[in-house]
């Protein structure tokens, strides 16, 4: 499954790249899908924050995305950090006194905000001194509606981005209006591009979302529904490493992650993956692969008992296949997760405690015993104890995987 956007750069005065415009695809047409507005949004959301990482569609520069008037007000901006995003409001959005509470809110959190295909309108006024960037249909606005939006952004210092500018002329017009920033086919047409997608279980999700509305919530249960999910803890793990949150350490566990969450944006996470995951595929082979890893490094770990937290080998084990799953080089998603130094050394280096366990299940699944005998030597474990250990996460595994591709 690949997860699929355009982009198209935006430049400044110079014809410097300033900026990209992200827009959802559904395939490498460059066209927009018959999709709801809102449902393209979290898809562009999950994919960029969850999956890869915004810099991996914009080179670092930042992202013009489009959010409904409802999107705003639920704060879907905030999944992303300030610096990559410019909160584009579309031309539907309703001037309403929610809609100017959140504006103001994330403003106040240091996010940018722009107009989209403004048109206007006077009660939009109340918005401008919050606003930075305005951008005008340069093709579809008269020289009077551009004049008197120029007139009305230069009192408010706000900056004028011309849309649609496809010929030189037009870009020389555009420079003598005042316009900072440009788009539009005389730079450039949207570029698509391709990512491989993650598509989580819709069952744990609801799961998820019914445990994270409850007054209290249950640790240790969405613990246990997340450790189920190999795609669910990739994009918590993904997540947790934003710029958004501040954390004291690498992480070493899955619930480690959900406290540097903590409960409101744990809600926000769930809600934009559920909005984005309909009607999903799931690699579900190597989902029970790597449930049965996990369930097994824990119960060595348990049975060894030189990890402080056996949760660590579970995650680990749980990540062994996640550059299969995602068609990536193991040494480029650690770079992206915020994982315990042994963790990452056990999957890209395979040495350590961690490295033992993982290669113990690994000879397993290959049936070479005499191997698999001399790691058991090695950690003076049970002899007896370890196919228990591996037949019980067999087991367990299978029960699980079952439950997601019945969802």
Known sequence: MFFYAARQ?????????FAYELLFRDSLENVFPN???DQATSKLIEA???NLGLEDFTDQHPAFINFSDELVIKKFPSLIPKEQLVVELLETAKPTKKLLQAVIELKEEGYRIALDDYEHNPVWLHFFPYIDIIKVDFRASTPQEITLIGTLAKKHKIELLAEKVETYEEFNKALEWGFVYFQGYFFSEPEVMQSKALAPSQLSLAELLY???????????????????VTLSFKLLRYAN????KRRGDIETIKQALVVLGQIELKKFLAVLFAAQINSQKPIELIRLSMSRAHFCESIAKAHKHLKDPSTAFLAGMLSVIDAILDEPIESIMQKLPLAQEIKIALIEKTGILADYLALVE????????????????LK?????????????????????NELAAS
Do not use: C
């Open 381 to 401: 474990l049970s002899g007896a104890a370890v196919p228990d250990f591996y037949h019980t996460a067999i087991q367990w595994s299978n029960d699980r995987a």
């Open 48 to 50: 960029s924050q969850f």
């Open 363 to 378: 000879l397993y699944e290959k049936a070479e015993w005499k191997h698999a005998e001399a790691i058991i030597d090695k």
């Open 9 to 17: 750069p935006i430049f400044n005065r110079d014809r410097e790249l």
């Open 242 to 245: 934003s710029a958004l949150f």
């Open 211 to 229: 445990e994270s509305s409850k007054s209290e919530m249950d640790l240790n249960a969405i613990i246990a529904i997340f450790q189920r999910d």
């Open 35 to 37: 999709i709801d507005g």
